[in-house]
């Protein structure tokens, strides 16, 4: 199917549908920017590493601008 055949379908489409082929799109041009090929949404990325950490401080998820600013600049 050529551009200028899905471009005349989409006047057929809801906006729910519309919506959902503007996301669609956005994906897909931030994945194939500057030729790089399709990634993984940062924050699934991210998950990977979530729960791995080890030897913190148990407060360190409330207290992070402390632990990345003040101890930081203490040490």
Known sequence: MSAQEII??????????LE???AQLH????TKR??????EP???????????????PEDYSIEL???LHV????S
Do not use: P, W
């Open 34 to 39: 500057d030729g790089a090929s399709r990634r």
């Open 65 to 67: 601008d402390h632990y």
């Open 8 to 17: 005349a379908e989409l006047s057929k489409l809801n906006r729910t549908e």
């Open 27 to 30: 994906e897909l041009l931030a």
């Open 42 to 56: 940062i924050g699934r990325v991210l998950l990977e590493f979530a729960g791995k950490a080890e030897d913190l």
């Open 20 to 22: 959902r082929v503007e």
């Open 71 to 74: 101890a930081k600049r203490q």
